[in-house]
């Protein structure tokens, strides 16, 4: 069983930056798939960027501006967030999944993009 917690959320200008981590906990960290999804209040949970052993994949909205990495050796993922945008603003939940393991959820990190 994974257990996830993300840090890093905050509040930001438009066109700035802010750096998620997700700490898992367990030792097959690198068997998951790592995602990050986000959920603007009244819209349903959308994914922002995912990453395998092989690929990452990133939704329209963010490519170009996010980029999704991960350490296995420290069992974290990042999603590095620059040029954001107040449509960004939302909650964002770190996810781990797998076939055979399960899937997981973090308690999600608020992210605030105002002027």
């Known amino acids: 069983q994974a257990q996830l917690v993300e840090s890093g959320g905050g509040s930001v200008q438009p066109g700035g930056s802010l750096r998620l981590s997700c700490a898992a906990s367990g030792s097959i960290f690198s068997r998951y798939t790592m995602g990050w999804y986000r959920q603007a209040p009244g819209k349903q949970r959308e994914l922002v960027a995912a990453i395998t052993r092989v690929g990452t994949n990133y939704a329209d909205s963010v490519k170009g501006r996010f980029t999704i990495s991960r350490d296995n050796a420290k069992n974290t993922v990042y999603l590095q967030m620059n040029g954001l945008k107040p449509e960004d603003t939302a909650v964002y939940y770190c996810?781990?999944?797998?076939?055979?393991?399960?899937?997981?959820w973090g308690q999600g990190i608020q992210v605030t993009v105002s002027s």
């Open positions: 996810n781990a999944n797998s076939p055979v393991y399960g899937n997981y």
